[in-house]
Nanobody
Framework: QVQLVESGGGLVQAGGSLRLSCAASGRTFSRYTMGWFRQAPGKEREFVATITWSGGNTYYADSVKGRFTISRDNAKNTVYLQMNSLKPEDTAVYYC?????????????????WGQGTQVTVSS
């Protein structure tokens, strides 16, 4: 079992920044790839970013590349998502997830544990 708890969401103006955190417990965090997804009202869950167990490899959706940065601190069992230059279209509930299965890194089916989500709202 893995427990994931996100924090750091909120309301921000366009062009602003937020940093999301995801605290993990219940399994050896440092062995697993972790990801961030988001879901806007009326839309499907969308891949945002993922980071391998060592932090040596990161992957991003084209829509956030150059603006968002995923990182992790294995000593703190925490993964982060630094979001800069936020746009109204970034408004969504953001979820962190634990990757377990051999689907593509941007496929939600490859992730077996999910946090409860944190709301990010970007005003224009």
């Amino acid at each position: 079992q893995v427990q994931l708890v996100e924090s750091g969401g909120g309301l921000v103006q366009a062009g602003g920044s937020l940093r999301l955190s995801c605290a993990a417990s219940g399994r050896t965090f440092s062995r697993y790839t972790m990801g961030w997804f988001r879901q806007a009202p009326g839309k499907e869950r969308e891949f945002v970013a993922t980071i391998t167990w060592s932090g040596g490899n990161t992957y991003y959706a084209d829509s956030v590349k150059g603006r968002f940065t995923i990182s992790r601190d294995n000593a703190k069992n925490t993964v982060y998502l630094q979001m800069n230059s936020l746009k109204p279209e970034d408004t969504a509930v953001y979820y962190c997830a634990h990757r377990a299965a051999a689907y593509s890194y941007n496929d939600y089916r490859g992730y077996d544990y999910w946090g409860q989500g944190t709301q990010v709202t970007v005003s224009s």
